[in-house]
């Protein structure tokens, strides 16, 4: 028993899950209308499209790569969707199966660019998102769509779960079964911790790297309908300009740049971190202009005392090696 | 930066030469680009685009952008990246702008003048330094991944300006100041010549002075540097320090051209520093990149800018276009490598020979 909690207190995702239900009890204790099940509702609505994307995003990092694109992605199928069925009409399914249609491909275009052009794909992301960006903002010239069908905006929430909320439960559950049941699933965590191995054990690289991306635009095209079901509106560039926030919480959560580590639980635990942070401060009538001063002191906390953990750990295994 | 798979066979390089320019391919592929793109635009804007005014528009447009594009570079080299650069200029800004507004008055006298504007300049020039010896210290000793730091001083950054401005702008600068943004200075616009300087000073660093070889070093093998008994731990602060004072040149830059400063000034060109970087030839894995193949590529940026604003076309799809130039340079240079893979490689028959006339022992 003591050798399990020893382990599990050096494990991230218990540490970040302690420092989670810390907060939880301080702002509990400080404003009355925290801990409340209305508040926590509103709590997990607002944050529910940062986590479809955070779940996409979370396999693109497992397998080693980085992914800057998919906010343009998701704004470039919210878009498209909203034009076919403001034009022809439609359902739910047709919603989600055009929008999944157009992200998988937009994102499997950074996987074969990143494949073929031997490149990084930070650069190449970047350059997919500049591209995808600009043609949308080209072509839309800025302007709003407002007329979406009423089926589409009208509340669907079920049970008092809000919609957003299911759909994000079911992405989130729907990643961790890809990531712990299935064969692809567990072939990208060899991907990322050594793609020369994972090469060599005749894993399917291009092939890999191409669901990954794929998964990243498909989540983040389905994060795009459910925003705009939330807004009740498409605005070409509501979306874009948060991939980084985005890719703080996936990272406060324990996933690692360089590929092989990350977990679902994780993810969760680093944008509930962050949401009881903004959503604590605001119900203390903290000034919201303060959210990215204690963000980037958090970020900065979080990933300098991970690396420092590792860095003790790692010294400590050399010494017992000698 | 993340590890990234390319399939065999092992990813070749180039020869780089450090001896003279043109022998470098990036150099010579730029170059070509920008004829090309000139070329283009003067046959279908023969009147407007061979002129002076044009001339002028890019002069005026590359400064703020090229100074950015040298903080971003630096980190570059050693292996790493920083986010933080458009948040660092807009905070110095902020710092010079706030002592600037409100030490002086309409009826201050110019010699008080002159010494505000020097206090300011430190002011901002220490906002700097602090900002990049605190990212600097972290990607050091603590050995964080340097997009993790860059990404949580730009949130800590960008969230100061934002919490100290409550998101206003602060306007209204001596004109000395303005001199730097819109003066010109026997013709030639001063905050141009500002550019000039910082890329010569960084060329001269990174190429000859012993920081900036450890600064290469530590971008092609870190490790292999440190056991080579360089102090790797402090050329990486130094190379954030370097690069967070770039963005102070920036900012003063950026604050004469607007004649204000903001928390969200420039931030589009964020990730324009890195495209501009990568395509001028910088090595996104570190060790290798030239200062000219950084002007080059910030040149024919903005000739495809300018020349797609006289043809009346949308900023958006200039945009666009740079994207696709930067996936178009990547894909030359591979052509390029494997080109110069197939050519130097000798045939069979060639090697046969080589044994045949040098007998190993």
Not at chain 1, 72 to 81: G, M, N, P, W
Not at chain 2, 103 to 124: C, E, K, N, Y
Not at chain 2, 276 to 302: I, K, M, T, W
């Amino acid at each position: 028993m003591r050798d399990f909690l020893g382990r599990a207190v050096h494990r991230h995702d218990v540490q970040i899950g302690a420092i989670v239900l810390l907060m939880l009890a301080f702002f509990g204790m400080l404003s009355p209308g925290f801990l409340t099940l209305g508040n926590f509702a509103d709590l997990l609505e607002t944050y529910s499209v940062m986590a479809i994307m955070a779940a996409g995003l979370l396999v693109v990092l497992i397998s080693g790569g980085i992914d800057i694109s998919f906010e343009a992605i998701a704004a470039v199928s919210q878009f498209l969707v909203a034009t076919i069925l403001v034009r022809f009409g439609g359902n739910w399914f047709v919603a989600f199966s055009l929008a999944g249609l157009f992200g998988a491909s937009l994102g499997a275009v950074n996987a074969l660019l990143i494949y073929y052009l031997r490149a990084i794909s930070v650069i190449v992301t970047i350059s997919t998102m500049t591209f995808y960006f600009s043609i949308l903002m080209f072509v839309t010239q800025g302007r709003s769509i407002y007329n979406l069908p009423n089926w589409f905006t009208s509340d669907l929430s079920f049970l008092s779960v809000p919609f957003p909320v299911m759909v994000a439960a079911v992405a989130l559950v729907l990643t961790l079964f890809i990531l712990s049941r299935l064969t692809i699933g567990r072939q990208i965590y060899g991907l990322g911790g050594n793609p020369e191995a994972a090469k060599r054990m005749g894993c399917n690289i291009v092939g890999l790297q191409c669901f990954a991306y794929g998964y990243s635009g498909f989540m983040a095209a389905i994060a795009g309908i459910v925003q705009a079901h939330r807004v009740e509106e498409v605005v070409p560039y509501a979306l874009i300009g948060r991939e980084l926030d985005v890719l703080a919480a996936v990272v406060l959560g324990g996933a690692s740049l360089a590929g092989g580590i990350g977990t679902v639980s994780g993810t969760v635990l680093g944008i509930l971190l962050l949401a009881v942070l903004q959503n604590g401060l605001t119900l203390l009538g903290v000034s919201s202009y303060s959210f990215g001063l204690v963000t980037g002191v958090v970020i900065l906390a979080s990933v300098s005392a991970t690396a420092y953990t590792a860095k003790r750990q790692r010294k400590r295994s050399i010494r017992h090696a000698i | 930066m993340p590890s990234d798979i390319a399939p065999s066979p092992a990813k070749v390089s180039a020869p780089r030469s450090t001896s003279f320019p043109l022998s470098d391919p990036t150099i010579t592929m730029l170059g070509g680009l920008i004829v090309v793109a000139a070329a283009i635009f003067s046959a279908l804007a023969p009147s407007r685009f061979l002129s002076g005014d044009t001339l002028r528009a890019i002069a005026f447009q590359m400064p703020e952008l090229g100074i950015l594009s040298l903080a971003m570079m630096v980190p570059l080299m050693s292996g790493g990246l920083n986010l933080a650069i458009i948040a660092t200029a807009n905070l110095c800004a902020l710092v010079m702008a706030a002592i600037l507004t409100h030490l002086i008055q309409p009826s201050t006298p110019p010699l008080i003048i002159a010494a505000v504007i020097v206090l300011a300049l430190l002011a901002g020039l220490v906002t700097a330094l602090g900002i990049g010896s605190l990212t600097g210290a972290i990607v050091a000793f603590f050995g964080v991944h340097p997009i993790l730091v860059t990404l949580g001083t730009m949130t800590l950054v960008k969230g100061t300006s934002v919490l100290a401005t409550s998101g206003t702008v602060i306007g209204g600068f001596p004109p000395a100041i303005l001199f730097l943004g819109n003066g010109s200075f026997f013709g030639i616009p001063v905050s141009l010549m500002l550019l000039i300087l910082c890329a010569a000073v960084v060329a001269v660093i990174l190429s000859h002075a012993p920081f900036g070889v450890s600064v290469r070093l530590i971008g092609s093998n870190e490790r292999a540097t440190r056991y080579s008994g360089v102090a790797t731990e402090w050329v990486l602060v130094g190379v954030y320090v370097l690069s967070s004072l770039l963005c102070w040149v920036a900012a003063l830059v950026m604050m004469a051209r607007f004649n204000s400063a903001s928390a969200g000034y420039a931030e589009s060109y964020l990730l324009v520093t890195i495209l501009a970087a990568v395509l001028g030839g910088v090595d996104p894995f570190g060790g290798f990149g030239r200062v000219l193949g950084l002007l080059l590529s910030l040149l024919l940026l903005q000739v495809i800018s300018t020349g797609f604003n006289l043809l009346g076309f949308s900023p958006y799809l200039t945009a666009a276009i740079w994207g696709i130039t930067m996936i178009l340079a990547i894909l030359i240079a591979l052509l390029r490598d494997q080109w110069l893979v197939r050519f130097l490689r000798p045939s069979p028959a060639e090697s046969a020979a080589l044994q045949t006339r040098n007998p190993e022992p």
